[in-house]
């Protein structure tokens, strides 16, 4: 290309953008080692404090810790008084990474973001072969970061907010019903299901074995597991037992053969089931995806979730913004007469869909 042609302004204005990039590659794993460490929530009380005295705090090398510092003020995320040479993490942003019980906690996409990434040589043969890498095959950070993202908003909205949304569903939860949770992962929902709804039994069921193990163990944790069974089983063969309610949170779009997986559902559930199906917020259209959080789920979407799919049998790779468009056809064509979007947030869609 004809240097004439190219215009400097916009060549240094991409440049900006590429360090940011590159700066922002780097902070997610000092974000991560903050976390780790306790840094963060050795901060979370805004009083602004020395590098030394945060390596005290945290039983941490001072050289170090200053310049993690560094990089978090040069970045935002912490503010820096050069007269004192204190550094302060603002409350607004404490409550994101220092307090997990916040429902804006975010500290665990980091140890997703990191985990990923570590698949990068898998991924980048995966492009040349077309073959898939498995769940089963990421680092374990991604698996506990996962359960750590998504269950802020767990904890914030499926009790008070998704349940309530679908027809009929917490009466029966009340009252006493059978739920199965395909793709449970950790067991996290089921087991904030079972604690919210005592007269309820709930089965969990996710074809990654070491996932099984540990939520029977937070299962028993919580004292849930009298009503808390949890089984290795694939979403397009688990057991059909005429359940009230079957949920697939954030599952659906990974799944090999989601087609498959939606048919079971339907044979799973009693006459008057319903199926919950939560899946991250995503418009039908690629353009309306072209956004920070489009871009993050992309993201997820080329290094997890699209070759998790392409490592099963139907390699469908709906990929993480499958949209409500595609989702839906797939749930009709399974045999389910009505399926509406009952709730949303700005990260999540909640389908409801009924035979």
């Not at 607004?92 to 990191?114: K, N, R, Y």
């Not at 979407?301 to 139907?314: I, Y």
Request: charged share 25%; net charge negative; proline share 3%.
């Amino acid at each position: 290309m004809a240097t004439e042609t190219i215009d400097q302004t916009k060549i240094e204005a991409f440049l900006d953008q590429i360090l940011s990039e590159a700066g922002a590659a780097l902070n997610a794993t000092l974000i991560r080692i903050g976390d780790e460490l306790g840094l963060y929530r050795a901060m979370s009380d805004a009083q602004p404090l020395t590098a030394a005295a945060l390596a005290r705090r945290t039983d941490t090398h001072e050289r170090y810790v200053r310049e993690w510092l560094n990089a978090q003020a040069a970045g935002g995320i912490v503010v820096y008084d050069p007269e004192t040479d204190r550094y302060t993490l603002p409350a607004e942003h404490a409550v994101a990474l220092a307090d997990e019980a916040s429902p804006f906690a975010m500290a665990g996409l980091f140890q997703s973001v990191t985990a990923a990434i570590r698949a990068e040589e898998r991924v980048t043969d995966a492009f040349r072969t077309g073959g898939g890498v498995g769940w089963h095959e990421h680092h374990h950070g991604l698996f506990h970061g996962v359960e750590r993202v998504f269950g802020a908003a767990y904890r914030t909205h499926l009790v008070a907010d998704w349940i309530p949304a679908l027809d009929g569903v917490e009466e029966k939860l009340i009252s006493g019903a059978r739920v199965a949770d395909v793709g449970c992962g950790h067991g996290l929902s089921s087991i904030l299901l079972a604690q919210a709804y005592p007269a309820s039994r709930f089965d969990g069921f996710d074809v990654h074995a070491e996932s099984i193990a540990v939520a029977r163990r937070r299962a028993e944790e919580a004292a849930v597991a009298d009503r808390v069974r949890f089984e290795v089983a694939t979403a397009d063969a688990f057991p059909c037992r005429d359940y009230d309610l079957v949920a697939f949170f954030d599952a659906l779009h990974d799944m090999g053969d989601p087609s498959a997986a939606a048919r079971r559902v339907r044979s799973a559930l009693g006459s008057d089931g319903t199926w919950l199906i939560v899946e991250p917020m995503a418009g039908d259209r690629i353009e309306d995806n072209l956004h920070p959080l489009g871009r993050l789920n992309y993201g997820f979407s080329t290094l997890v979730c699209t070759p998790g799919s392409l490592s099963q049998e139907g390699r469908a790779g709906l990929g993480t913004l499958a949209g409500g468009a595609r989702l839906s056809d797939i749930v009709r064509g399974a045999g389910f007469h009505s399926v509406r979007r009952a709730a949303e947030t700005p990260f999540n869609l909640v389908l409801e869909a009924r035979a």
